[in-house]
């Protein structure tokens, strides 16, 4: 399934593979929890020093990964880390998409 996978991916047809689809990816979901409990726990742990941990979510975006059929040029994609570089105000241990803040 890996090889099958790979040979998709290569060919630029990935997008035809999903988590939900096989086996392979049934770790995607509780990867993502893992990630924004360890996102939220640095933040916590450095904002003493001035640094904000934050993640964001850029959408489905047209690259190697995404593949051609995604929503999203890289310049739309990265809006959200531009908006994030752009912060006055010290916020941390917090999801973006959209600019917004989200719940997770």
Known sequence: MYEEYLSDFRAGNSHKWNYESTLVFNAYGPSKSFL???MVDLAE???SKGVMVNAFNPGWVKTEMG??????TVE???KTAEFLDGFKE????KWYEDNKIIDF
């Open 36 to 38: 924004n409990s360890y």
């Open 45 to 47: 742990k450095v904002k």
């Open 67 to 72: 593949g051609e059929g995604a929503l999203l």
């Open 76 to 78: 739309e994609g990265v």
């Open 90 to 93: 010290f916020n941390t241990g």
